[in-house]
C-alpha cells in the first residue's frame, strides 16, 4: 500500500513562512500530476497548487504569488513553499498523487495565528 507522508506543518505568525514536503512510500514507473489541497474547518477541501510532470503549475487565485510549488521527480517529492502567510491560510494541507492510481497523504497542520 502506497502512503504519503507530508512534513513541515506548525504554528507560523502571520507574515511568516513554511515549507511543506510530501514523499511517496515507493517508486512509481511515472508518476503525472502532484499537488497541494487544503481543508479548514467547516470547509471543503480546495486546490492550493499543482504542477505536472512536464512542470506546468496551476495556483489557487489566493496563493498567486506567495505560494511556490515544486517536484522533485527521481525522489517522487513534491514541496510547497508557503511565503506571506494569513491567518486565512490556516487549514490542513494535503498532497496528491496520481500516478497508477490517485494516493492522497494523511495530512499536515498549517496554524497561521500571532
Known amino acids: 500500500q502506497v502512503q504519503l507522508v507530508e512534513s513541515g506543518g506548525g504554528l507560523v505568525q502571520p507574515g511568516g513562512s513554511l515549507r511543506l514536503s510530501c514523499a511517496a512510500s515507493?517508486?512509481?514507473?511515472?508518476?503525472?500530476?502532484m499537488g497541494w489541497y487544503r481543508q479548514a474547518p467547516g470547509k471543503q477541501r480546495e486546490l492550493v497548487a499543482t504542477?505536472?510532470?512536464?512542470?506546468?503549475?496551476n495556483y489557487a487565485d489566493s496563493v498567486k504569488g506567495r505560494f511556490t510549488i515544486s517536484r522533485d521527480n527521481s525522489k517522487n517529492m513534491v514541496y510547497l513553499q508557503m511565503n506571506s502567510l494569513k491567518p486565512e491560510d490556516t487549514a490542513v494541507y494535503y498532497c496528491?498523487?496520481?500516478?497508477?492510481?490517485?494516493?492522497w497523504g494523511q495530512g499536515t497542520q498549517v496554524t497561521v495565528s500571532s
Open positions: 504542477i505536472s510532470r512536464g512542470g506546468n503549475i
Open positions: 515507493r517508486s512509481f514507473f511515472f508518476i503525472y500530476d
Open positions: 496528491k498523487l496520481d500516478a497508477s492510481g490517485t494516493y
